[in-house]
């Protein structure tokens, strides 16, 4: 676990699960409230233990695609803390009958459903820990993929549309290069180029860094 900290804002990045999904618990205790985005597997153990350090309560779940390295740990989030769902419709499917992931996982792996609340779009807008945050969709990787941009902030939540020199993968079901390419030259690259972009897995990175250098999708 590692923090982040933007007065009065701080992020928490907390890898979780099977493989090390990040999970990102955004906290302000002047407000004493909280939103975590994405849930993998077993991370409710350490969100409920930074809640109670900083004093908060976990109002709000956002979740940037249904894969099930994303979602795992989301039905334990919703039961113990009683937090809204938002998520892109495109992946209801993977959210709400998860069992056909668990073809593609080992045996030991299995996955509870979880409804979402909210059903969010392109250009939606937000209100969490007095802050706007704007919803873009980028599938490719996934069909339900969203990133979750804060521009007062100067931060993005993008799951695994783009990682730090590298993009999602585009060969399970669903998945398009063509797609993705388009959705990070459109919705990525287009952002601040100070932004900070925290991704499902990895070191965070920034848009400028990756429109220059990411050998996957120049800009």
Known sequence: MCLVHLMPLKIHVLP???????????????????????????????????????????????????????????????????????????????????????????????????????????GDMLDALGLKWEVRHVPGHCPGSVLFWCADEGVAFSGDAIFQGGVGRTDFPGGSMGVLEKSIREQIYTLPENTVLFPGHGEATDVATERATNPFVRG
Request: glycine letters at 8%.
């Open 16 to 122: 979780a699960g099977p493989i090390e999904t990040n999970a990102y618990l955004l906290t302000d205790a002047a407000r004493g409230e909280a939103v975590l985005v994405d849930a993998p597997g077993d991370v409710w153990k350490t969100v409920e233990q930074v809640l109670a350090k900083e004093g908060v309560k976990l109002t709000e779940l956002w979740i940037t695609h249904g894969h099930w390295d994303h979602m795992q740990g989301a039905a334990e989030v919703v039961k113990e803390s009683g937090a809204k769902v938002s998520a892109h419709v495109d992946d209801k499917v993977l959210l709400e009958t998860p069992g056909v992931m668990e073809v593609f996982l080992p045996g030991r792996i299995r996955l509870a459903p979880v409804k979402a609340d909210r059903w969010v779009k392109q």
